[in-house]
């Protein structure tokens, strides 16, 4: 296991490497199958089964529990598709779904029902749709993990979005950069062409401290160099991030690697994802406190995604 592009995909390698015995809750047949990079693993703490990192990619069998509410499609994504792989909710800006792949399966993701179609026409199609969506200033890559795909697929993509005038901001949402960073490698000089009139934009998604470290700064001052905004999102998550000290030491970490905490996500409830849930009075609770003890720029705007909605809606 000294080769670092290793990726765990059975429980009984990741639990041995732990150092951790098996429990009866543990799902070994999940349908959103196990999937962890070494350079993930190594930030979990052996023995440790409460750790913050591992209780984000433990298959549990409570998963497969039915919960009202949690539903295949949280966040109105079908609704919003325009074309398939391209949605849009919000004025003036769309999300691409530019790949179904992830380095990292997130136990809570809200897309792991998506029903994801083959993305090799993709480039094209978003060309053709931008072509007459004049209004549209931004469009996101989003996934799947954008970044996590071949660097001439990229390409590709990329370049279909930064030709045309009207598209004045490029983002990115990508876990990457805490998940398995040398994978982003080869798409740095794609990302480092952006010009700078794009005003390029990556939201990375960490949601613990932990998960941040001299990879992951290394890449963060690279691309700030080529002048990208840092941004963070983090999905509230029960066990996990959800106190005080958890949330501020995130931010601080956030920003000594030069990210600003952006949004902090109520969870979507996508089904089998229950047990993540934090309520709403809580998460509130926890904004009042982590506000008092953090400069107003380093706290996330709590946010929820409602089917339907304009805009993400604030809690607080
Ligand atoms: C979350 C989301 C966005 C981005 O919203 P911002 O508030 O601009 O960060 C855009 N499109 C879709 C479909 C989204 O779900
Ligand atoms: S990285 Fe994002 S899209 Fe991928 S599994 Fe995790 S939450 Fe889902």
């Known amino acids: ?35 962890v990079p070494l350079h993930y693993a190594q930030k979990i703490e052996k023995n440790n089964p409460l750790d913050p990192l591992l209780l984000q990619i433990l298959p549990l069998l409570e998963e497969k529990k039915q919960k009202s509410g949690f539903t295949k499609d949280p966040v109105g994504d079908i609704n919003a598709t325009q ?9 003036s800006r769309a999300l691409v779904i ?9 136990r809570f993701c809200f897309r792991k029902h998506f029903n994801y179609e083959s993305t ?9 749709w931008l072509g007459s969506h004049p209004d549209v200033h931004e469009i996101i ?10 660097p001439s697929f990229f390409k590709k993509l990329t370049d279909s979005v930064l030709k045309h005038e009207t598209v ?3 983002r990115f949402h990508s876990r990457l950069p805490v998940t398995d960073p040398d994978r982003l490698e080869p798409l740095l000089p794609i990302l480092k062409t952006i010009p700078l009139k794009k005003n390029a934009i990556l939201v990375s998604h960490v949601n613990h401290a932990k998960e941040l470290d001299e990879k992951s700064s290394a890449l963060y001052k690279t691309l700030r160099e080529a002048r990208f905004t840092l941004l963070n999102q983090s999905v509230l998550l029960r066990g996990i991030n959800d106190t005080v000290k958890a949330l501020v030491d995130l931010s601080y970490k956030l920003f000594s690697q030069g990210v600003l905490p ?35 720029y380093l706290v996330p705007r709590l ?10 809606t604030p809690l607080c």
């Open 168 to 170: 004045k901001t490029i």
């Open 303 to 312: 946010v929820r995604e409602i089917a339907n909605e304009k805009s993400k």
């Open 1 to 35: 296991m000294s080769d670092s592009s290793f990726i765990f995909k059975h429980l009984s390698d990741l639990l041995a490497y732990l150092e951790l015995p098996m429990d009866e809750k543990y799902d070994l047949t999940p349908s959103f199958l196990l999937q």
């Open 98 to 106: 530019s790949t179904c792949a992830c380095s990292l399966h997130c």
């Open 83 to 91: 074309e398939p792989g391209i949605l849009q909710k919000y004025n």
């Open 262 to 296: 952006y949004y902090l996500h109520q969870l979507d409830k996508a089904e089998g994802t229950s047990h993540f849930e934090v309520p709403d009075s809580q998460a509130i609770h926890l904004l009042e406190n982590i506000r008092i003890e953090l400069p107003g």
């Open 141 to 150: 890559f989003s996934g799947g993990d954008p970044l996590f795909t071949s």
């Open 120 to 128: 090799e026409a993709l480039p094209n199609r978003l060309d053709r």
